[in-house]
């Protein structure tokens, strides 16, 4: 099992920068994928980024590529996601997920993932 914990959520102008934690703790925390997704009101869910288990492969949607980066360190069982020139359409909910069967393959899909953190807000503003 794995439990996860999302901080670093808030409120920010248009263009500028957060980063978001994900803390994963339980027996598979270091050998997980973990996945970025975000859910805007009225919409559905969306992946944002993925990254292996190890750090070495990471994908991303193409809506973020180039201004968001995730990254792990294993050592604290924490994943990053670190958005800059952040738009108003970024607004959401950004929730972690792990899944703790692909190991080295990064993961796109929602259905995969086997545990969810509850969620942190960000607000863009003009």
């Known amino acids: 099992q794995v439990q996860l914990v999302e901080s670093g959520g808030g409120l920010v102008q248009a263009g500028g920068s957060l980063r978001l934690s994900c803390v994963a703790s339980?027996?598979?925390?270091?050998?997980?994928?973990v996945g970025w997704f975000r859910q805007a009101p009225g919409k559905e869910r969306e992946f944002v980024a993925s990254?292996?288990?190890?750090?070495?492969?990471?994908a991303y949607a193409k809506s973020v590529e180039g201004r968001f980066t995730i990254s792990r360190d294993n050592a604290k069982n924490t994943v990053y996601l670190q958005m800059n020139s952040l738009r108003i359409e970024d607004t959401a909910v950004y929730s972690c997920?792990?899944?703790?069967?692909?190991?080295?393959?990064?993961?796109?899909?929602?259905?995969?993932?086997?545990?969810w953190g509850q969620g942190t807000p960000v607000t863009v503003s003009t």
């Open positions: 997920a792990a899944d703790i069967h692909s190991l080295s393959q990064t993961q796109t899909t929602t259905s995969v993932y086997d545990y």
């Open positions: 339980g027996r598979n925390a270091g050998t997980c994928v």
């Open positions: 990254i292996n288990w190890n750090g070495g492969s990471t």
